[in-house]
């Protein structure tokens, strides 16, 4: 189940401009570059590097605005914003999804005492830098019938980056339940547990076998208090 509120806010014209603009600067400058290809810009990937962008910056509307966020009050007064990586491309991943739900219902650690009731719903399979990973997808099955959240799979993970560019115990991703065997899996998409910014929260414990033994420099970084 994803933390954000998912409501749609319509942005400004000069938003809008602004977010293109620093979107063809992040990919001009900041993209990871290939040693024996020169970066090709491709219209696509500045148009997705401009929704992400755009993505974000409504995100830390919703986190300031007192009617949206899970921040109480003087957490939104320290609140300036989250912190991610560049927006790349490249960790928008083609996975292979294979269903397997023949495992029992078990009780998911958190940081808590709170135990939420999962179930291991499939294995996602892809490959970064030639090197092939696996990560579990959880259905949460207190969830599983709610009209907004029934259709969302949770992927917790840890990887390389922890503890120094992102958060230590681990990042989540939300994916909408395949209805293929082969989709896209973005790690640019990677979000904080609510515990990355206050110890008030309870948050499931990535399972030690999504820990992925790579650094997935995408997603969001280490909350800056």
């Given amino acids: 189940m994803s933390q954000s509120n998912r409501r749609k806010m319509k942005p400004s014209l000069v938003v809008v401009l602004f977010v293109v603009i620093i979107a063809i ?3 001009l400058f900041f993209m990871q570059k290939d040693e024996n290809k020169a970066t090709k810009v491709s219209l696509d ?4 590097i401009t ?8 995100k830390d509307i919703e986190f300031a605005d007192s009617t949206q966020s899970r921040f109480n009050a003087d957490e939104r007064a320290t609140f300036h914003g989250l ?3 560049n927006p790349d491309p490249y960790y928008r991943l083609e996975v292979i999804f294979t269903v397997d739900t023949s495992t029992p219902n078990f009780k998911m650690p958190t940081n808590t005492d709170r135990t939420p009731n999962y179930r291991v719903y499939g294995f996602l399979d892809f490959k970064i830098h030639d090197t092939t990973y696996r990560l579990t997808a959880f259905q949460n099955m207190d969830f599983k019938d709610d009209a907004e959240y029934g ?3 949770f992927v917790p993970y840890s990887d390389k980056t922890n503890g120094n560019e992102s958060y230590g115990a681990g990042r989540y991703i939300d994916i909408l339940i395949p209805g ?3 989709f896209v899996l973005d790690f640019n998409e990677s979000y904080n547990p609510y515990c990355a910014y206050s110890e008030r929260w309870s948050c499931p414990l990535v399972p030690f076998e999504n820990y992925l033994e790579t650094a997935i420099p995408a997603g969001e970084k280490k909350y800056k208090h």
Avoid: D, Q, V
């Fill in 25 to 27: 600067f992040y990919f």
């Fill in 45 to 48: 990937e500045i148009n997705y």
């Fill in 51 to 58: 929704e992400m962008i755009e993505s974000r910056k409504l």
């Fill in 83 to 85: 912190n991610y990586f």
């Fill in 151 to 153: 259709g969302y799979l």
């Fill in 180 to 182: 293929e065997k082969i």
